[in-house]
């Protein structure tokens, strides 16, 4: 593709797609230039840096979180729906958490989710620092639930290429930490009856219900 005819758009949307497929490791100017069928020099005249690459990418998958009308939803139905939406968005894109540790990222994407945050946690009552308390907290919670599943892409897929069987990898690992957990009561209780290497179904969940509780009875006490 040549310089003139390509977009910056049009390469933020393939480094998208290198990025689920190869993650942060797998992403470099040449294997980019040749999914856009385009020498990699050619990139360099819309996107000057691989770092300016990556944190237009991670911009561009905040506009995939949906942000419900707050005139017409209660405050916790929109942070049960952003939070939602921020969770699944994460998972898809694995190396976005990735990248939190790794590269500055800003941009207007990022900037649309966190002023609608601080609305819905000032329409739910909360006044100066406590909305952004509120907002940071599902923010980190979110975002740290989403480093399991993206840490179980990035360890198969480093596995894969070390030349290993992943598969064999996981399971030796599995079945060395559960002969551990047998030393321990509680655990052992729950090797057996559980997939002992991961969270319960509906932990995410569990802990948005719990922090948005925590929420309405810190207000309710309050007001």
């Given at each position: 593709?040549?310089?003139?005819?390509?977009?910056?758009?049009?390469?933020v949307r393939a480094a998208i797609e290198l990025l689920d497929e190869e993650g942060l490791d797998g992403l470099n100017m040449r294997s980019l230039g040749t999914r856009l069928g385009?020498?990699?020099?050619?990139?360099?005249?819309?996107?000057?840096?691989?770092?300016?690459?990556?944190?237009?990418?991670?911009?561009?998958?905040w506009a995939e979180v949906e942000l419900p009308e707050l005139g017409t939803t209660g405050w916790r139905a929109a942070a049960t729906a952003m939070a939602t939406g921020m969770h699944a968005m994460l998972t898809r894109h694995p190396w976005l958490g990735q990248a939190f540790g790794s590269h500055l990222l800003y941009g207007r994407g990022k900037a649309r989710l966190d002023d609608y945050s601080l609305a819905v946690y000032e329409q739910a009552g909360f006044t100066g620092p406590e909305a952004d308390q509120a907002a940071a907290t599902v923010f980190v919670f979110v975002l740290g639930s989403a480093?399991?599943?993206?840490?179980?892409?990035?360890?198969?897929?480093?596995?894969?290429?070390?030349?290993?069987?992943a598969e064999q990898q996981l399971a030796g690992t599995i079945a060395r930490s559960t002969e551990i957990a047998m030393d321990?009561?509680?655990?052992?209780?729950?090797?057996?009856?559980?997939?002992?290497?991961?969270?319960?179904?509906?932990?995410?969940?569990?802990?948005?219900?719990?922090?948005?509780?925590?929420?309405?009875?810190?207000?309710?006490?309050?007001?």
């Open positions: 593709m040549p310089r003139q005819t390509m977009t910056a758009d049009q390469i385009s020498a990699a020099t050619a990139i360099y005249w819309h996107i000057k840096t691989k770092d300016e690459l990556v944190r237009r990418a991670a911009d561009a998958v480093l399991g599943p993206a840490a179980q892409v990035s360890l198969t897929r480093r596995l894969s290429r070390s030349g290993e069987n321990f009561p509680r655990l052992r209780e729950r090797v057996g009856t559980t997939d002992y290497a991961a969270a319960p179904d509906s932990s995410f969940e569990f802990g948005l219900r719990a922090i948005l509780d925590g929420f309405a009875s810190r207000l309710a006490a309050g007001g």
